[in-house]
């Protein structure tokens, strides 16, 4: 695996009197992790970047290491835990050998979901901010990329290889959605911190579907957060992002109107990944085809 940009050696050489993280949310995306986030940040043993997705390890590998800490220069001693919250890492073709050599006692979380239920909510996401502009099935068949970013067994392996299997977290979706306290628990357990009690707030899901109200001002929102990262602006971005009255001016819950995937497309889907599920269930043993209902 490929290592770019600046000098590893010399980049990693400067890293001893650094607070860099031992957690790390890996992805995917639309599986949790906002709510992970907001979540986890309230435990007191546990800091996390307040910024979620700062893309270190994939687009700004080459901002160095000392960019990167200082994300987390408030972390305290009694702070036993320190993370990031990153979706885009588990697909990143750079980002597991540059963790694996930077990070060598870091931990890292996956939250798997159904890719059927995934590949809706992407698309969601992606025609919310006028990214699409096609129904869902002439995304999938048109799109690059889409249908390998629904895969799990293929980008799990290098963190599998790299890491060891005891360092990686392998949680389901559907358990945050059925119970999140337990797995909230199931997640602190593992970390061998304190179990934190969560409030009806907590419980409730911190994203749910949604439309802009004017589309044409979501894509240069949208736009405009590349370029405010591009510029070393993520707290910036993440304090818009996590704005209630932001959110609330710019989209509307979808609620009823919400899609749904068309058994055609269902279908489509799991044709070409239910060897990617299989395999999963062959190395990690989470009975995803049944759980899923795929068999």
Not at 80 to 94: N, R
Not at 204 to 210: K, L, N, T, Y
Request: glycine content about 6%; proline content about 6%.
């Amino acid at each position: 695996m490929r290592i770019n940009g600046p000098s590893f050696r010399a980049m990693n050489a400067s890293t001893s009197d650094l607070r860099l993280p031992n957690f790390l949310f890996i992805g995917p995306d639309k599986s949790g992790s906002t709510w992970l986030h907001a979540t986890l940040s309230g435990h007191p043993s546990v800091y996390l970047a307040p910024e979620k997705d700062l893309y270190f390890f994939d687009k700004y590998f080459d901002r160095g290491f000392r960019w990167y800490a200082r994300h987390f220069e408030r972390a305290l001693v009694s702070h036993e835990i320190v993370g990031e919250v990153c979706h885009s890492y588990l697909y990143s073709e750079d980002a597991a050998s540059r963790i694996a050599r930077t990070l060598p006692d870091v931990r890292v979380m996956v939250c798997l979901r159904d890719p059927v239920e995934l590949a809706l909510s992407e698309y969601l996401h992606e025609r919310k901010h006028g990214l699409v502009r096609v129904d869902l099935a002439t995304a999938l068949r048109t799109m690059p990329g889409w249908v390998a970013d629904l895969e799990y067994w293929r980008p799990l392996e290098p963190y599998r290889e790299l890491l060891g299997r005891d360092r990686i977290f392998l949680a389901l979706f559907d358990d945050l959605r059925d119970d999140p306290q337990a797995f909230i628990d199931s997640l602190t357990d593992w970390l061998g911190i304190a179990r934190m009690t969560l409030t009806p707030a907590e419980r409730r899901p911190r994203r749910v579907a949604s439309e802009a109200r004017l589309p044409r001002v979501a894509r240069v929102v949208k736009a405009a957060a590349v370029v405010a990262r591009d510029h070393e602006l993520e707290t910036l971005v993440g304090r818009v992002k996590n704005s209630a009255i932001v959110q609330r001016a710019l989209y509307r819950p979808l609620g009823d109107r919400a899609p749904f995937v068309p058994p055609a497309d269902r279908d489509w889907i799991r044709g070409r990944l239910a060897d990617d599920i299989r395999a999963c269930d062959a190395e990690y043993g989470l009975r995803l085809m049944e759980r899923w209902g795929w068999g």
